[in-house]
């Protein structure tokens, strides 16, 4: 997995991509309720710069993460964490979550995949997580 410095662009823009990609597709609504939630702007970056990281993730996935029989890829909650932990400052991690709370509730759908992700950052920044809609689990 590629290494960002903590509170980089690029770590921010990692977990949003991940908030996109986490259910199996990208649909064009979340990409459109990143861009409504201003958050790339907030963190200066623009779009070429969100792409590249988008690919290099998706590189990363393939080439690091578990595959399951259904061919799904599977992320370690070890590796999850540690993404996670790349966003340090307690302002950018609650613009970050704002963000992708935004994308996942994009196509009016919370898959459990995607409540996993929140659940997940919600915990290892320090909050409970109630969705309004999907299954609740536990990685």
């Known amino acids: 997995m590629r290494i960002y410095a903590t509170d980089s662009p690029q770590a921010v823009c990692r977990l949003l991509a991940l908030a996109m990609i986490v259910d199996g597709h990208l649909a064009p609504s979340e990409l459109e ?12 970056i623009d779009e070429d ?29 070890k ?8 966003v340090a400052s307690p302002q950018l991690r609650m613009s970050t979550m704002k963000a992708m ?3 996942v509730h994009a196509d009016t759908l919370v898959d ?3 409540t996993l992700l929140i659940q997940r950052a919600f915990r290892a920044w320090g ?11 536990t990685l």
């Open 127 to 137: 909050e409970p997580y109630r969705p309004s809609a999907g299954k609740l689990a």
């Open 49 to 77: 710069g969100f792409d590249d990281v988008v690919r290099g993730l998706c590189e990363d996935l393939l080439a690091t993460a578990h595959q399951r029989g259904s061919g799904e890829v599977e992320i370690d909650v």
């Open 101 to 103: 709370l935004d994308i």
């Open 33 to 44: 309720a990143m861009h409504a939630s201003r958050i790339l702007r907030h963190v200066q």
């Open 79 to 86: 590796l999850l964490d540690a993404l996670l932990a790349d």
């Open 112 to 114: 459990e995949r995607e």
